[in-house]
């Protein structure tokens, strides 16, 4: 198998001093699938940035095919295709009219290429609106759409003789694992036609599963490679953190969970943003204190659920208790008054404020802790104190408070977000897709945080496709399909694969 990525002595320091990739080099061959893997802001999306030509390194060379990469075009040229971190889609812009966006060099009958979009999402079991704009889609329905786009991209430069490289950064966290193993067959078969594929991913398990080799990335440096067959995993997590992180490490601790409701829901519909009813009838009872799961399949009307308790949302029929009063229909602004969070499952276009500072984006909402005279006047030395706080805390990785927080990696920013929203205490926090994204590491400390929160007595609601988590942590996890809570269950009462089966729909 031929070369066909190079990197030279690269890399890439930005503004503030934080080098993001030191001194890499390393030869990627044709036809494997690499997994590229790490703790939050080790590198791994500035590296794959660089070979995409999205950014330029201060240090060093990237070759594709032997051509030196100097700008994003030289890349395509070459078949270098990137599905980012998180979307990268305008959001007035329809689905169908992102097809019709010229790419340099390639023409294409944009009807041909719907078909083909539309059929590959047929394929993996997915069904997207392409006639939907984006602001009014689910984040899952948008990475599905990216996949699909960018592999067919890459069938058309191999059509025409270029073997492509396709680049997958957190591509496939929203996507329920039948779906995730669809995809693995259809990984195999490209690279067995000379197809290079890098995934970046913090799900170990998809990545030592899906991969050829696995690249571990820490501090800007590439730290060890290790071959998937025959793979020693506790020397794999050795290599990304110097310590043992595993399901066993974010088992529960003894909480006090009472009869009483924190949150009852009754018979509750919700439409989302075109109308359609995606909450239908769904009954919820979650008890004070607990920590309480809801596994679902993404885009399955979970977001719309959780956006109506916390009062983003209306809904159509139905009724809210919170600790016993009837919440119905009241706005965000009031929800929080009565002790309420949520943490978005898109938590860089719904967490961060992105002109903003690091500092900023970690205290805003909480004026109360540094303000007098009701938020008139500010104590800044105490806002930065508690920033400060925040970010020892949650371990975020910042050089300077006053930056603004785009200069941080995006596993960073997420962890600024959450260490905003966690650090209130408030009496019931709706968790959504909470650990996509997050390195072991950052997922360890979410559940670390939400057992200071059960021993407390608050009370977390945590919906996620991952339900080994749920089984493992939460007191109670139901599941969810199609707009309702078909079942809830103890851990002791359920396993692994029959709510991936009541999630899917299959019983």
Same mark, same amino acid.
């Given at each position: 198998?031929?070369?066909?990525?190079?990197? +030279?002595?690269?890399?890439?320091?930005?503004?503030?001093?934080? @080098?993001?990739?030191?001194?890499?080099?390393?030869?990627?061959?044709?036809?494997?699938?690499?997994? %590229?893997?790490?703790?939050?802001?080790?590198?791994?999306?500035?590296?794959?940035?660089?070979?995409?030509?999205?950014? $330029?390194?201060?240090?060093?060379?990237?070759?594709?095919?032997? @051509?030196?990469?100097?700008?994003?075009?030289?890349?395509?040229?070459?078949?270098?295709?990137?599905?980012?971190?998180?979307?990268?889609?305008?959001?007035?812009?329809?689905?169908?009219?992102?097809?019709? #966006? =010229?790419?340099?060099?390639?023409?294409?009958?944009?009807?041909?290429?719907?078909?083909?979009?539309?059929?590959?999402?047929?394929? %993996?079991?997915? /069904?997207?609106?392409?006639d939907a704009k984006v602001e009014d889609l689910p984040i899952s329905h948008l990475r599905v759409f990216e996949i699909a786009k960018a592999i067919i991209l890459c069938e058309l430069f191999y059509e025409v003789g270029v073997k492509p490289t396709l680049i997958l950064d957190e591509a496939t966290v929203f996507l329920p694992i039948q779906q995730k193993q669809i995809l693995k067959e259809v990984f195999r078969n490209l690279v067995s036609r000379g197809f290079t594929i890098?995934?970046?991913?913090?799900?170990?398990?998809?990545?030592?599963?899906?991969?050829?080799?696995?690249?571990?990335?820490?501090?800007?440096?590439?730290?060890?490679?290790? /071959?998937?067959?025959?793979?020693?995993?506790?020397?794999?997590?050795?290599?990304?953190?110097?310590?043992?992180?595993?399901?066993?490490? $974010? /088992? =529960?601790?003894?909480?006090?969970?009472?009869?009483?409701?924190? #949150? /009852?829901?009754?018979? #509750?519909?919700?439409?989302?943003?075109?109308?359609?009813?995606?909450?239908?009838?769904?009954? &919820?009872?979650?008890?004070?204190?607990?920590?309480?799961? $809801?596994?679902?399949?993404?885009?399955?009307?979970?977001?719309?659920?959780?956006?109506?308790?916390?009062?983003?949302?209306?809904?159509?029929?139905?009724?809210?208790?919170?600790?016993?009063?009837?919440?119905?229909? &009241?706005?965000?602004?009031?929800?929080?008054?009565?002790?309420?969070?949520?943490?978005?499952?898109?938590?860089?276009?719904?967490?961060?404020?992105?002109?903003?500072?690091?500092?900023?984006?970690?205290?805003?909402?909480?004026?109360?802790?540094?303000?007098?005279?009701?938020?008139?006047?500010?104590?800044?030395?105490?806002?930065?104190?508690?920033?400060?706080?925040?970010?020892?805390?949650?371990?975020?990785?910042?050089? *300077?408070? !006053?930056?603004?927080?785009?200069? #941080?990696?995006?596993?960073?920013?997420?962890? @600024?977000?959450?260490?905003?929203?966690?650090? +209130?205490?408030?009496?019931?926090?709706?968790?959504?897709? =909470?650990?996509?994204?997050? *390195?072991?590491?950052?997922?360890?400390?979410?559940?670390?945080?939400?057992?200071?929160?059960?021993?407390?007595?608050?009370?977390? $609601?945590?919906?996620?496709?991952?339900?080994?988590?749920?089984?493992?942590?939460?007191? !109670?996890?139901?599941?969810?399909?199609?707009?309702?809570?078909?079942?809830?269950? +103890?851990?002791?009462?359920?396993?692994?694969?029959?709510?991936?089966?009541?999630?899917?729909?299959?019983?």
């Amino acid at each position: 198998m031929s070369t066909v990525v190079k990197l +030279r002595e690269v890399s890439k320091t930005f503004p503030g001093g934080v @080098v993001a990739v030191d001194n890499v080099s390393i030869e990627l061959r044709e036809g494997k699938v690499y997994g %590229i893997v790490g703790p939050n802001g080790a590198g791994k999306s500035t590296l794959m940035n660089l070979i995409s030509g999205y950014m $330029i390194p201060d240090k060093g060379e990237i070759y594709v095919h032997d @051509v030196k990469i100097n700008d994003f075009h030289t890349a395509i040229f070459e078949g270098v295709v990137k599905v980012e971190q998180n979307p990268n889609l305008a959001p007035g812009l329809t689905l169908a009219e992102h097809l019709a #966006l =010229p790419m340099p060099g390639i023409f294409f009958n944009v009807d041909w290429l719907r078909r083909r979009v539309e059929k590959f999402m047929g394929d %993996i079991g997915v /069904k997207v609106d392409l006639d939907a704009k984006v602001e009014d889609l689910p984040i899952s329905h948008l990475r599905v759409f990216e996949i699909a786009k960018a592999i067919i991209l890459c069938e058309l430069f191999y059509e025409v003789g270029v073997k492509p490289t396709l680049i997958l950064d957190e591509a496939t966290v929203f996507l329920p694992i039948q779906q995730k193993q669809i995809l693995k067959e259809v990984f195999r078969n490209l690279v067995s036609r000379g197809f290079t594929i890098l995934m970046i991913s913090h799900d170990l398990a998809e990545v030592i599963d899906v991969s050829d080799e696995i690249i571990v990335m820490t501090a800007g440096k590439i730290s060890s490679i290790f /071959k998937s067959e025959n793979l020693d995993i506790t020397a794999l997590i050795k290599s990304m953190f110097d310590v043992t992180i595993s399901i066993e490490s $974010i /088992k =529960p601790l003894p909480a006090t969970v009472t009869n009483d409701y924190a #949150l /009852k829901v009754m018979n #509750l519909n919700v439409k989302d943003d075109k109308g359609n009813l995606v909450v239908k009838n769904l009954n &919820l009872e979650v008890y004070v204190g607990e920590a309480h799961g $809801i596994a679902v399949i993404p885009g399955t009307g979970e977001k719309e659920l959780a956006e109506c308790i916390y009062g983003l949302r209306r809904s159509e029929s139905g009724k809210i208790l919170l600790f016993g009063e009837d919440v119905t229909n &009241l706005n965000v602004f009031q929800m929080k008054k009565k002790g309420v969070a949520f943490i978005s499952d898109d938590r860089i276009r719904d967490g961060i404020i992105p002109d903003a500072s690091v500092e900023d984006n970690l205290t805003i909402g909480s004026e109360d802790k540094f303000s007098y005279l009701k938020g008139i006047l500010l104590n800044k030395k105490e806002k930065k104190n508690l920033a400060e706080s925040l970010i020892r805390e949650y371990s975020i990785i910042a050089k *300077d408070l !006053r930056s603004p927080i785009t200069t #941080l990696s995006g596993g960073n920013m997420q962890r @600024v977000y959450l260490a905003r929203v966690m650090g +209130r205490n408030v009496k019931l926090l709706i968790a959504l897709h =909470p650990t996509v994204g997050l *390195d072991p590491m950052g997922t360890k400390m979410f559940f670390d945080k939400v057992n200071e929160r059960r021993s407390k007595g608050l009370t977390t $609601i945590i919906i996620s496709p991952n339900i080994k988590e749920l089984v493992a942590f939460c007191d !109670r996890i139901s599941a969810m399909y199609d707009g309702r809570i078909i079942g809830t269950f +103890r851990p002791e009462e359920v396993t692994m694969e029959k709510l991936g089966l009541m999630v899917s729909g299959v019983t």
